[in-house]
């Protein structure tokens, strides 16, 4: 961490810290010793469920409160956090004890996760409510549309096993039928097949999870179109 | 609830809503009817949850951030939200449908705390973070010393019972020594005692619970003492 490379993180985040000893302590691990951003991540933490409850409210604004809060589940969770501190170089700005620093600590999801709620803590004290919520806005905003397809299809599967389960009718197969592209890059496409009802959907996705919510809602549909 | 109710609930609340419609939302339990209170409750909870953060974050400036955590998820739990309806007599406002009113809904504790964190929310839309805000702070900060203290003596009993276990000792013996005064006005008197160590601490309260834990700390205070 030099003067110039904090010069270039707050240029990334759109913000010109007025107290820089905030971003300092939010970059600072408990392993570096006693002024480390653990009470900013506490703060950070609820900054960023605000903020991104009140974009969700904003972006879909016909969705009943159960599917905000399956969205916001998963915007929040650390692998998103863990994936903007990446985009953000926070590793190599990161203050760690040596040891913590040789055991590969400034890559770790949950050392990257926390610093960068404390990040958004750290904006939060330094100028408001109204800056951390423009900052968590333009790291987030882009990744809503994605996550929730993610968060509701996620449901497709556990839907169909409850209508299967309430009329007492075994539980729905998955096959991968096949893969395409290479291991980077790869397409699923997954059958889901309900036997006693002869029907199946074919779902595609960019992981063999997607592929199957992408096939159970597909037999999810025919099934509520042929039972209602 | 009459135009002349929601004028009170406004005094008593300190804001006097731009949109009105907001505030009776707010009030709308989802039995009423579709344009009912679940999503203002979703903004709410987050509303409250960064604004009780934030004074917490300034009550306690020395605080580690486990000890925030824990007296945060005293101030935010349901108990509290109710108790905080009653004082501003939220039932009497309520909008439920006949039948949930008739069975009571407007004193169930769950309907009113959803219904305070709706309101929460409701003033956050209506007039930003900063009103939001300042409504929790009227509200939550008498109570956050005496959560405070409930939260961090919760622990106490924890932390005897590590202490001695991580030594392979047995667990403390609690008993009531004492109740003083009558049944909605008692005090409780309780020794816990220690007997590898014969060391006692009598601890007095108003809940057996909250005697236990006095008891526990000061048996805590002197075995941390002695073993130093």
Same sequence: chains 1, 2.
């Avoid at 010069?7 to 302590?25: C, I, K």
């Avoid at 998963?74 to 998103?80: A, G, I, N, S, T």
């Avoid at 889901?192 to 960019?206: L, N």
Wanted: hydrophobic content about 40%.
């Amino acid at each position: 961490m030099s003067t110039a490379s904090l010069d270039h993180l707050q240029a990334r985040l759109g913000h010109v810290f007025n107290d820089g000893g905030l971003l300092v302590r939010a970059l600072t691990h408990r392993s570096h010793g006693a002024d480390h951003n653990e009470r900013l991540e506490f703060l950070g933490d609820a900054v960023l469920n605000l903020a991104v409850s009140d974009l969700l409210f904003d972006h879909f604004d016909d969705s009943p409160e159960g599917d905000l809060t399956r969205v916001r589940a998963h915007l929040v969770r650390q692998d998103m956090l863990h994936r903007i501190a990446l985009s953000l170089a926070l590793p190599q700005e990161l203050r760690l004890s040596e040891g913590e620093a040789r055991g590969g600590g400034a890559q770790r999801p949950s050392i990257l996760a926390d610093a960068m709620e404390a990040i958004i803590g750290a904006v939060y004290r330094d100028a408001g409510y109204a800056a951390a919520q423009g900052l968590v806005r333009r790291l987030f905003e882009p990744l809503v549309i994605e996550t929730a397809t993610q968060a509701w299809a996620k449901d497709a599967k556990t839907q169909l096993q409850e209508w299967l389960q309430a009329r007492r009718l075994s539980v729905p197969d998955y096959r991968i039928e096949a893969t395409r592209g290479r291991a980077h890059d790869q397409t699923f496409v997954v059958v889901c097949s309900v036997v006693e009802h002869g029907i199946e959907g074919r779902g595609e996705g960019r992981s063999r999870r997607a592929a199957e919510q992408e096939a159970a809602r597909l037999v999810l549909d025919q099934l509520s179109r042929t039972h209602e």
